[in-house]
């Protein structure tokens, strides 16, 4: 039944999702496309989607995705299940005054677990920029998504060296929009 | 104003207008909670960051859970979650309504064939940052390349695998390795123990390493405690 494997599948993500939004894109990933409740490209529309409008991403996707799968019901039901683990750790975290956090096994499992996040997290983002920007086509090589790689990331990281913390996420998704209007529209 | 009410709209007006999620939201909450409605202090505040860092899901949702759960007790957590959840929630649910026949405009379409490129390089951008606040250790580098590795290889080859698992793994050898540099335990048992061996080839290395690391990760847990 979707509504039951919505439920699951973004309790899933909700309990191991460390590291804030982006920790949770290859748990989402992961989850969503293993379903085949999304494909690949949709997904990735969808997380800047979610980027740019307010909320937590995680929070938005669910939502998002829940709602292509079951309508209202599915999204009300994905969004609950995302929400809900944090929800009752942090009851649970309060109420035992932090002591479970400082426990020195659950620091050393949270010392092994968040490197191992970041590195999910690396491969994510490098997968994604190598599949996005090397496409193949009858054999050659697609000049424009290569181009277009090249010169987003060339903007992003080089606007930290003349304006502190470079330009905002929101403002390089715009960017990007525009420069793939006139490098596919024109 | 009644006390929840004050809380759900609070939380819901936080929920509004961050964008971006995460770390921009603290900015935020520490504006409306501690500045502006003095329902927490600023040290609360930096607890709950804290913990926000080391429990999973969205910050912005512990940070409201906690907020909530100090003024009102649990009506009070429904209270805040829920109205941080609220507007992105609206906004969604009609976005998802609209986006498929969105897209089949040619114009949009082309505009998402460069987003596309823009969310990679996001997701990067936050591993890098992520990876620079990272202890300089011996051993989160080789879980996190052997995670990074191992990763690598289920995108690569779609393998079914989640990343959950090499999550728990990390976990579990981190742990191992905790456990075997206490005085009277064995190093040598640590490369076995906690590994389903479902990992990936990337994994070997970190076997390897293994018990070059035992005192490392023991002078580590010295430091904490």
Known sequence: ?186 | MNMLADLFLSFARIGLFTFGGGYAMIALIEHACVEEKQWITHDEMMNITVIAESTPGPIAINCATFVGYQQQGFAGAVAATAGMVLPSFCIIYAISMWLERFLEIRWIACAFKGIKIAVGILILDAALKMLKKMPAKKLPRTIMFCGFAAMLLIDVFSLRISSILLMLTAGAISLALFLAGKPGAGAGTISGAGKPGAAGPGCKAEAAAGPGNGPAANAEGGERA
């Open chain 1, 1 to 186: 039944m979707i509504l039951l494997e919505l439920f699951i599948g973004f309790l899933k993500v909700g309990c191991f999702a460390f590291g804030g939004a982006y920790g949770a894109i290859p748990l989402i990933r992961d989850v969503v496309l293993s379903a085949g409740w999304l494909d690949d490209e949709l997904l990735t529309y969808m997380i800047a989607v979610s980027e740019s409008t307010p909320g937590p991403i995680m929070v938005n996707l669910a939502t998002y995705v829940g709602s292509s799968q079951a309508g209202l019901a599915g999204s009300l039901i994905a969004t609950l299940a995302v929400v809900l683990p944090s929800f009752i750790i942090i009851l649970l975290v309060t109420a035992m005054l932090k002591t479970a956090l400082k426990n020195p096994y659950v620091q050393a499992m949270l010392r092994g677990i968040k490197p191992c996040i970041i590195g999910i997290i690396l491969a994510t983002g490098l997968y994604m920029m190598l599949k996005n920007g090397i496409v193949m086509r009858e054999g050659a090589l697609q000049l424009r998504p290569l181009l277009l790689s090249l010169a987003l990331g060339a903007v992003y990281f080089g606007s930290r060296r003349y304006k502190k913390g470079g330009i905002s996420p929101i403002m390089l998704i715009c960017l990007s929009a525009l420069a793939g209007i006139a490098a596919y529209g024109v």
